[in-house]
């Protein structure tokens, strides 16, 4: 940490009116006990003892990292990144990516300090923890988005790059140069390489269902004809995948949880409190030690299931924004964190 910086608790927001004490506050939020109680962590540090925190930011991404799961990184709807290494007790802002729309953050499986974040219509990288940026990739199309970028665990030269165009993209050379792989003409939400065979990956539509692929993108299955009996299953909320169970991958959809066993080729419906199509989940998480442990959240609730999805315990959220990004912690389960959105009415 370095000499001379402040950490001071959460008051004044930095990036908008305070929202302290009201319930209405954004950032970053932290369970020690699987969601029972939160509480918001979204300090900054600072060096004059200015109170400041990124609690009117939106939260679309959480990501920790692979070597080191108190180095935690935050892309935000508005104000660029931040990151804490310290498990969130302190979060800094790198002086690159201060504003506009982080979708989705990557940090090399075997060096910390090399970092991929898409910002609008590029792809930053940092070789030295975050302190200078290169822009490896920038899209000729202003409208454009970078929505999500994956390094492959098993040779992290190679680099994915999914856009709101549909086109998937991919580095064999770390981000040197770029070959489009595949365009499923419709905008990429989600990108998830399986945790036990990187050749398998899967590529969440924004309404043209899910796509997988088990050979590194020769080719492509459509999952979505394994799931269309179910109503409005195309219209993709979240997405996620088991870590001690691969084989399980859950799709939140506006008809509400479905699940596979068997990497998407066959589906069930997980019952949820409320019937199909009446509870939207914007946000999703398996337990990365069990698979049974489910957690998805809405625009007031947080809601986990420790058995599958037979039961549910609900509770209510601690802000007025809506739950947009869970994420269990992957050295210690009882930890969750939680990133909220305030969405206009």
Same mark, same amino acid.
């Given at each position: 940490?370095?000499?001379?910086?402040?950490?001071?608790?959460?008051?004044?927001?930095?990036?908008?009116?305070?929202?302290?004490?009201?319930?209405?506050?954004?950032?970053?939020?932290?369970?020690?006990?699987?969601?029972?109680?939160?509480?918001?962590?979204?300090?900054?540090?600072?060096?004059?003892?200015?109170?400041?925190?990124?609690?009117?930011?939106?939260?679309?991404?959480?990501?920790?990292?692979?070597?080191?799961?108190?180095?935690?990184?935050?892309?935000?709807?508005?104000?660029?990144?931040?990151?804490?290494?310290?498990?969130?007790?302190?979060?800094?802002?790198?002086?690159?990516?201060?504003?506009?729309?982080?979708?989705?953050?990557?940090?090399?499986?075997?060096?910390?300090?090399?970092?991929?974040?898409?910002?609008?219509?590029?792809?930053?990288?940092?070789?030295?923890?975050?302190?200078?940026?290169?822009?490896?990739?920038?899209?000729?199309?202003?409208?454009?988005?970078?929505?999500?970028?994956?390094?492959?665990?098993?040779?992290?030269?190679?680099?994915?790059?999914?856009? !709101?165009?549909?086109? @998937?993209? +991919? $580095?064999? &050379?770390? /981000?040197? *140069? #770029?070959?489009?792989?595949?365009?499923?003409?419709?905008?990429?939400?989600?990108?998830?390489?399986?945790?036990?065979?990187?050749?398998?990956?899967?590529?969440?539509?924004?309404?043209?269902?899910?796509?997988?692929?088990?050979?590194?993108?020769?080719?492509?299955?459509?999952?979505?004809?394994?799931?269309?009996?179910?109503?409005?299953?195309?219209?993709?909320?979240?997405?996620?995948?088991?870590?001690?169970?691969?084989?399980?991958?859950?799709?939140? !959809?506006?008809?509400? @949880?479905? +699940? $596979?066993? &068997?990497? /998407?080729? *066959? #589906?069930?419906?997980?019952?949820?409190?409320?019937?199909?199509?009446?509870?939207?989940?914007?946000?999703?998480?398996?337990?990365?030690?069990?698979?049974?442990?489910?957690?998805?959240?809405?625009?007031?609730?947080?809601?986990?299931?420790?058995?599958?999805?037979?039961?549910?315990?609900?509770?209510?959220?601690?802000?007025?924004?809506?739950?947009?990004?869970?994420?269990?912690?992957?050295?210690?389960?009882?930890?969750?964190?939680?990133?909220?959105?305030?969405?206009?009415?």
């Amino acid at each position: 940490m370095a000499a001379g910086l402040v950490l001071l608790g959460a008051g004044c927001v930095s990036f908008g009116p305070s929202e302290a004490g009201s319930g209405s506050a954004g950032g970053i939020f932290r369970s020690v006990d699987r969601g029972d109680v939160w509480a918001n962590k979204s300090a900054l540090l600072t060096a004059t003892g200015e109170r400041r925190t990124f609690g009117a930011s939106s939260v679309g991404v959480i990501v920790q990292d692979p070597q080191d799961p108190k180095a935690i990184y935050v892309g935000t709807a508005e104000h660029g990144m931040f990151y804490s290494y310290d498990s969130g007790e302190s979060w800094s802002q790198p002086a690159g990516i201060r504003q506009g729309r982080v979708w989705s953050v990557a940090i090399h499986p075997r060096d910390k300090c090399t970092i991929f974040v898409t910002v609008d219509n590029k792809v930053a990288k940092s070789d030295d923890c975050s302190r200078t940026w290169s822009v490896p990739f920038l899209d000729s199309r202003t409208e454009a988005r970078t929505k999500v970028v994956a390094i492959d665990g098993y040779n992290p030269n190679v680099i994915w790059v999914a856009m !709101s165009t549909g086109d @998937l993209l +991919r $580095s064999q &050379d770390s /981000g040197v *140069s #770029w070959s489009n792989v595949h365009s499923f003409k419709n905008d990429i939400m989600r990108l998830v390489i399986s945790p036990s065979d990187s050749r398998r990956i899967f590529v969440a539509t924004r309404n043209a269902g899910i796509w997988r692929t088990d050979d590194a993108g020769a080719n492509w299955l459509d999952l979505s004809k394994n799931y269309e009996d179910f109503s409005k299953s195309k219209e993709f909320l979240d997405l996620a995948i088991g870590v001690s169970d691969p084989g399980v991958v859950i799709f939140a !959809s506006k008809y509400g @949880l479905i +699940r $596979s066993r &068997d990497f /998407g080729d *066959s #589906w069930e419906k997980i019952d949820l409190l409320t019937p199909p199509g009446q509870s939207i989940a914007y946000s999703l998480a398996i337990d990365p030690k069990n698979s049974d442990n489910i957690y998805f959240g809405t625009a007031t609730t947080f809601n986990k299931s420790t058995n599958g999805g037979a039961n549910w315990i609900t509770k209510r959220l601690p802000t007025t924004r809506a739950a947009t990004v869970l994420r269990v912690d992957q050295a210690n389960s009882d930890v969750i964190w939680m990133g909220v959105t305030k969405f206009d009415n």
